[in-house]
């Protein structure tokens, strides 16, 4: 129970009156448990394979003999490896999504970044995944590209937005991922030649859960992913938005305020 006092005086005469206000919080409370709970249990059983799978890809990158596409691809899978372990710990942080029941943190670690070269990786990690179902993917930047962000965060909505592209394109299209200075912003924007969105649809896209018929019948998923990803970009004072035609693709672009310090210097790197 959650019980709040006020006292009320009335002015004319002496008698005071105390009013108790007494909320039935049973739900609420019972509900964060659960969450917490189950992030408990989540980043607990997870923890295991994902330091096996670390461990092992460490073991690989030992060994001298191997080629250096095969060192390239076991350096990938330890860094998703490593970013997913830092996801589940981050699961438990004090600030942490499940306590406070937004994605992101109140606190977020925040500091001017050079965004290229999380941007480099992110392409560079779903090339691949593009290449076996023959979608191009391809990255060009141009400029200095700072904001001042949790760089680990921003490489999340990259990779979201990235993988969803790579996902929902059919064999034969492409995914061109661009990223600029538009005035005083950082623009980056991820296009694709996939199954598009119809404009009926699009308002709902960023909804929790939500999936188009379109995407159940190309692939799997939750539903969740962009709910996240605006959610972060909101975080760091950005704006995330869609564009599409049904049948022929889709654009998303990321705004980002760019810092006041290199505000004016467009195209200076
Ligand atoms: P998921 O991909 O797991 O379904 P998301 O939250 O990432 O969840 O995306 C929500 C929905 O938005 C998808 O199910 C799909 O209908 C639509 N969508 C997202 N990205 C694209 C895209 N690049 N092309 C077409 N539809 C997309």
Redesign the pocket.
């Given at each position: 129970l959650s019980v709040t006092a006020k006292r009320l005086r009335s002015s004319a005469h002496e008698d005071e009156t105390i009013l108790l206000l007494v909320h039935d919080v049973t739900a609420v409370v019972q509900a964060q448990r659960d969450r917490e709970r189950l992030a408990a249990i989540a980043s607990h059983e997870l923890r295991h394979p994902l330091t096996v799978m670390i461990g092992t890809a460490e073991l690989a990158l030992e060994d001298e003999a191997m080629s250096p596409k095969a060192v390239e691809r076991f350096q990938k899978l330890l860094d998703a490896s490593e970013r997913m372990l830092e996801m589940t710990q981050q699961m438990l942080g004090p600030r942490s999504a499940v306590r406070s029941g937004t994605v992101v943190e109140d606190a977020c670690p925040r500091e001017e970044t050079d965004l290229t070269p999380i941007l480099v990786d992110s392409v560079a990690s779903y090339e691949q995944a593009g290449h076996a179902k023959d979608v191009r993917v391809s990255l060009s930047t141009s400029g200095r590209l700072a904001a001042v962000v949790d760089g680990f965060r921003i490489r999340q909505v990259f990779d979201?937005l990235v993988s969803?592209?790579v996902?929902?394109?059919r064999a034969g299209g492409t995914v061109d991922v661009s990223a600029g200075r538009e005035g005083d912003d950082v623009v980056i924007s991820i296009a694709?030649t996939?199954?598009?969105?119809a404009p009926e649809?699009l308002p709902r896209?960023l909804t929790p859960y939500?999936?188009?018929a379109?995407?159940?019948k190309t692939?799997g998923?939750?539903?969740?992913?962009?709910?996240i990803?605006q959610e972060i970009v909101h975080a760091h004072d950005g704006v995330l938005s869609v564009d599409?035609v049904l049948g022929e693709g889709?654009v998303?672009t990321v705004r980002l305020p760019a810092p006041t310090d290199a505000r004016g210097s467009e195209g200076t790197a």
């Open positions: 979201n969803n592209a996902k929902y394109t694709d996939g199954i598009g969105i649809d896209v939500f999936r188009t379109e995407a159940k692939a998923g939750t539903g969740l992913g962009l709910g990803t599409s889709t998303f």
